[in-house]
Nanobody, 116 residues
Framework: VQLQASGGGSVQAGESLRLSCEAS?????????MAWYRQAPGKSRELVAH???????TYRDSVKGRFTISRDNAKKMVYLEMNNLKPEDTAVYYC??????????WGEGTLVTVSS
């Protein structure tokens, strides 16, 4: 299973970005949960948003109301729409998938830099 994330970049505070992640390989995408994590310099990796195979979503408190996770099962894609970005959102963002047998896969990260 391969996960390819894209869409990161450098923006000013208050601006928006949309991250995308495409899954490929031996994956039955529709039955997997998908998630976005992030890791800021000097900090541990943290869960940002999660969407299960029933499209139920959960978010960490600091991004609620600003970030939206969504998925397109036909395209094997997951997205993270990030609005009103803040400097504290600066991090490398990683795409993650977990199958029903709890096997996880990670993609390479995409860097998001938000300046004030």
């Amino acid at each position: 299973v391969q996960l390819q994330a894209s869409g990161g970049g450098s923006v000013q505070a208050g601006e928006s970005l949309r991250l995308s992640c495409e899954a490929s390989g031996n994956i039955v995408f529709a039955i997997n949960s998908m998630a976005w994590y992030r890791q800021a310099p000097g900090k541990s990796r943290e869960l940002v948003a999660h969407i299960n195979n029933g499209e139920r979503t959960t978010y960490r408190d600091s991004v609620k109301g600003r970030f939206t996770i969504s998925r397109d099962n036909a395209k094997k894609m997951v997205y993270l729409e990030m609005n009103n970005l803040k400097p504290e959102d600066t991090a490398v963002y990683y795409c993650n998938t977990e199958d029903p047998w709890k096997t996880e896969y990670w993609g390479e990260g995409t860097l998001v830099t938000v300046s004030s």
